[in-house]
């Protein structure tokens, strides 16, 4: 009988983690009255490994979900002949009321949802002691931080319709080597 020599079994060659700061600035149309929820995703999609260092790229997703206030009237517009009991909510309420294309009403007392969505690429480097560009790296990518919206432009109306973010992304990378 033959003698096989077993394949080599991966071991790990070390790992390495970094930090990158991202900002980005973003329009929205329509125009945001309110931001409802936000979302981050962030993947690592190319290692480039050089002798004790590792470059990486990768992708972040970005979504905002917000609402846009739709066809906002006067006070002058609410007022209807016996309306003087109405409440201050049912008021506020009316503002945002709207008619489709038909004339019929539609129920946005609130606004109407909408969401943006903004894809882009980030790259950065990190040491990995020892790896070598045969190794295989994989990695992860996290948003793990990010400051409140800041807007940076607004429609005629003064309604915002653009807007910045800075946000960080939090990296692990780990080599191997069969």
Known sequence: MEATNPSPQPFEVGVGSTQLICETS????PPLSKIIREEYTAEITDATVFNDKVLFTGKAEHMIYYLHAHGKKSNNDNKQEGDSNRSSDEEAADEFKV???SGALVDSSRGIVHF???VFEFTG????????????V?????????DNFTAIAADE??????GKKIFKINVDLSATRN
């Not at 973003?26 to 149309?29: A, C, H």
């Not at 480097?125 to 045969?134: N, S």
């Not at 994989?138 to 990010?146: C, F, I, N, R």
């Open 26 to 29: 973003f329009q929205v149309k």
């Open 157 to 162: 109306s003064g309604v915002v319709s653009g």
């Open 99 to 101: 008619f489709d294309g």
């Open 116 to 118: 943006h969505q903004q």
């Open 138 to 146: 994989v990695g992860t990518a996290k948003v793990s931080e990010y």
């Open 125 to 136: 480097t990190t040491e990995i002691k020892g790896v070598v560009p045969t190794d295989v």
